[in-house]
């Protein structure tokens, strides 16, 4: 018996084995021998071969269908390492949390782990991550209502620049939240030795030059030069630092001279020097259709109504870009609210075929959108989401839609004429409060019970140019359309921006 069997609780040898045949009978065929030539290169990719438990293998869990999988395949690896030579490595899976993120999802991580046998082996570490609060996962956890303020105000912000468009609106800050968490637990504690992911080694290259590209351009717009520690430091300590320059530039952007909000809002690079990237691609196929049977039977993962939305099983976000696109529609561009939301599921549908997710699923979410009632439910639905997660009123949401604050102002005669004629007469009073050039607290006031922003806020955007809003428009926000432009999630679709036509072209975006 080896000193590591003997170090361990009683009953852990017994919970894996029975972890074990669970997986092995609930796995497609193939499945475990993919797991079984990939554990012996991930061994010979450790740095103490000898000692496999002072190995430690960070999952960065999203808790979608595609991470599931993917957790599912390295706890598989680590069991079968545990077999072979009496001990294994210690996994750390860690899961960034953002306000999108439904109930839902956390009892689908939840399930997950019980059907894995995460909670109880002493080799397995949960985290959540929160902003930049680290913690045990637990499934009863609250949100942090810090982290759903700053959420709260970088997609109104962002929103208001793009006319609400779906993709920089809630994901550009998101994204980058992401990759902060990914640092953070790559160094929390002793830090990891290797990080595991599904991307191929063309793609890991393709997104580092990508991104140190984006990192060079913005640093023409005034980033601060990358610190040394950034420049000296490992591929993946190198790659955050990068994405800090890129947020340090966006955040200042929106934000304007607000050097807490853009603080709050860096990316963790303070990675260990060791850590290493190892891919199970090319190893194993973790497309959803091609293991629906675990997913849903063993795993214990269900497609909730929103948490499930287009692209996306862990987050109900593209829900709400939806909505939005139907409130631009019907306020905006004087149409129906079911046509607009009819031109956002007709380009996220041909977005999850690009994607390649499974047909069965595209036809659920086509289904679900498609019955006489469905323009009406998933409205209610978003509504009652975009209050409930992020205190957004639908007066503010349709006020996002009109971007009416940026360009100096250039959208405020035609919203207040439209949305709040009773305030028509005070426009010069509202050009001066944005200029900063007049005091009104009532209208201040008045001004953020509409927008949800408050009169800072609104000044910075009246500085900032708009996004544009069609395909041929020469309109440009350059930190925002250098960001868009390397983002596959968009496409041009041919629309009307009032009720009879004419017909034009224009570029949206989404999940």
Request: net charge negative; charged share 25%.
């Given at each position: 018996m080896?000193?590591l069997?003997?170090d361990?609780?009683?009953?852990?040898a017994?919970?894996r084995?029975?972890t074990?045949?669970?997986?092995?009978a609930?796995?497609p065929?193939?499945?475990?021998?993919?797991?079984?030539?990939?554990s012996?290169q991930?061994?010979?990719?450790?740095?103490?071969?000898?000692?496999l438990?002072?190995?430690?293998v960070?999952v960065?869990?999203g808790?979608?269908k595609?991470?599931a999988?993917?957790?599912?395949?390295?706890?598989?690896?680590?069991?079968?390492?545990d077999?072979?030579?009496?001990r294994?490595?210690?996994m750390?899976v860690?899961?960034n949390?953002?306000?999108?993120?439904?109930?839902?999802?956390?009892?689908?991580?939840?399930?997950?782990?019980?059907?894995?046998?995460?909670?109880d082996?002493?080799?397995?570490?949960?985290l959540?991550?929160d902003?930049?609060?680290?913690?045990?996962f637990d499934?009863a956890s609250?949100q942090r209502?810090h982290?759903?303020?700053?959420?709260?105000i970088?997609?109104?912000?962002t929103?208001h620049?793009t006319?609400a468009?779906?993709?920089?609106?809630?994901c550009n800050?998101?994204n980058?939240?992401v990759?902060?968490a990914?640092?953070l637990a790559a160094?929390y504690?002793e830090?990891?030795?290797?990080l595991i992911?599904?991307?191929?080694?063309?793609e890991q290259h393709?997104?580092?030059?990508?991104?140190?590209?984006?990192?060079?351009?913005?640093?023409?717009q005034?980033t601060p030069?990358?610190t040394?520690?950034?420049?000296?430091?490992?591929?993946f300590?190198?790659?955050?630092g990068?994405?800090d320059?890129?947020?340090q530039?966006?955040?200042?952007?929106i934000?304007?001279?607000?050097?807490?909000a853009?603080?709050?809002?860096?990316?963790?690079?303070?990675?260990p020097?060791r850590?290493?990237?190892?891919?199970v691609y090319?190893?194993?196929?973790y497309r959803?259709g091609d293991?629906f049977?675990l997913?849903t039977?063993?795993?214990?993962f269900?497609?909730?109504?929103?948490a499930f939305?287009f692209?996306?099983?862990d987050?109900a976000n593209?829900?709400?870009?939806a909505?939005?696109?139907?409130?631009?529609?019907?306020?905006?561009?004087?149409?129906s609210?079911?046509?607009?939301?009819t031109?956002?599921?007709s380009?996220?549908?041909?977005?999850?075929?690009?994607?390649?997710?499974?047909e069965?699923?595209?036809e659920?979410?086509?289904v679900?959108?498609?019955?006489a009632d469905?323009?009406?439910r998933?409205?209610?639905a978003a509504?009652?989401y975009?209050?409930k997660?992020?205190?957004?009123t639908d007066?503010q949401?349709?006020c996002?839609?009109?971007?009416?604050f940026?360009?100096?102002?250039?959208?405020?005669?035609?919203f207040?004429?439209r949305?709040?004629p009773h305030?028509?007469?005070?426009?010069?009073d509202?050009?001066a409060l944005?200029?900063?050039?007049r005091?009104d607290?009532?209208?201040e006031?008045?001004?953020?019970?509409?927008?949800g922003l408050?009169?800072?806020?609104?000044?910075?955007?009246?500085?900032?140019?708009?996004h544009s809003?069609?395909a041929?428009?020469?309109?440009?926000?350059?930190?925002?359309?250098?960001i868009?432009?390397?983002?596959?999630h968009?496409?041009?679709?041919e629309?009307?921006h009032?009720?009879?036509g004419?017909?034009?072209f224009?570029?949206?975006?989404?999940?």
């Amino acid at each position: 018996m080896t000193t590591l069997e003997l170090d361990r609780p009683p009953g852990v040898a017994a919970a894996r084995d029975r972890t074990f045949a669970g997986l092995r009978a609930a796995m497609p065929p193939g499945i475990m021998g993919e797991a079984l030539r990939c554990s012996g290169q991930l061994l010979a990719e450790l740095p103490h071969r000898p000692e496999l438990e002072r190995n430690l293998v960070l999952v960065a869990f999203g808790g979608g269908k595609d991470s599931a999988y993917m957790l599912a395949f390295v706890r598989a690896m680590q069991l079968i390492l545990d077999r072979v030579h009496g001990r294994t490595f210690r996994m750390r899976v860690a899961t960034n949390r953002h306000p999108g993120m439904p109930r839902a999802v956390m009892e689908n991580i939840d399930r997950e782990y019980h059907a894995l046998g995460l909670y109880d082996d002493p080799d397995c570490e949960l985290l959540l991550v929160d902003g930049d609060e680290i913690s045990e996962f637990d499934v009863a956890s609250p949100q942090r209502e810090h982290v759903i303020r700053r959420n709260r105000i970088d997609i109104l912000m962002t929103g208001h620049r793009t006319f609400a468009d779906g993709r920089p609106t809630f994901c550009n800050s998101c994204n980058l939240s992401v990759f902060n968490a990914f640092g953070l637990a790559a160094s929390y504690g002793e830090g990891a030795d290797v990080l595991i992911t599904g991307d191929s080694p063309q793609e890991q290259h393709q997104y580092t030059f990508w991104v140190g590209r984006l990192a060079r351009r913005l640093r023409t717009q005034g980033t601060p030069q990358p610190t040394p520690d950034k420049r000296n430091s490992n591929g993946f300590g190198r790659i955050l630092g990068q994405l800090d320059d890129i947020s340090q530039a966006y955040f200042a952007d929106i934000h304007g001279a607000d050097p807490a909000a853009i603080t709050e809002r860096r990316v963790n690079s303070a990675v260990p020097d060791r850590l290493k990237f190892f891919t199970v691609y090319g190893e194993t196929a973790y497309r959803a259709g091609d293991h629906f049977d675990l997913l849903t039977g063993f795993l214990g993962f269900q497609f909730d109504d929103l948490a499930f939305s287009f692209t996306e099983s862990d987050c109900a976000n593209p829900a709400l870009m939806a909505h939005l696109r139907g409130l631009k529609a019907e306020h905006v561009f004087d149409r129906s609210y079911d046509e607009g939301l009819t031109e956002y599921v007709s380009f996220a549908l041909n977005l999850m075929r690009k994607k390649d997710i499974p047909e069965e699923l595209v036809e659920m979410m086509r289904v679900r959108y498609a019955s006489a009632d469905a323009p009406l439910r998933m409205r209610q639905a978003a509504d009652e989401y975009a209050l409930k997660t992020f205190g957004l009123t639908d007066e503010q949401l349709v006020c996002m839609t009109y971007s009416p604050f940026v360009g100096q102002g250039e959208g405020l005669d035609r919203f207040f004429e439209r949305e709040h004629p009773h305030l028509t007469a005070r426009l010069a009073d509202i050009h001066a409060l944005l200029a900063g050039t007049r005091n009104d607290a009532e209208l201040e006031s008045e001004l953020e019970r509409i927008s949800g922003l408050t009169p800072s806020q609104l000044r910075v955007l009246y500085s900032r140019p708009a996004h544009s809003k069609s395909a041929q428009s020469k309109e440009t926000t350059p930190v925002i359309d250098l960001i868009l432009a390397g983002d596959p999630h968009k496409a041009v679709i041919e629309t009307r921006h009032s009720k009879d036509g004419p017909d034009t072209f224009e570029q949206i975006s989404g999940r």
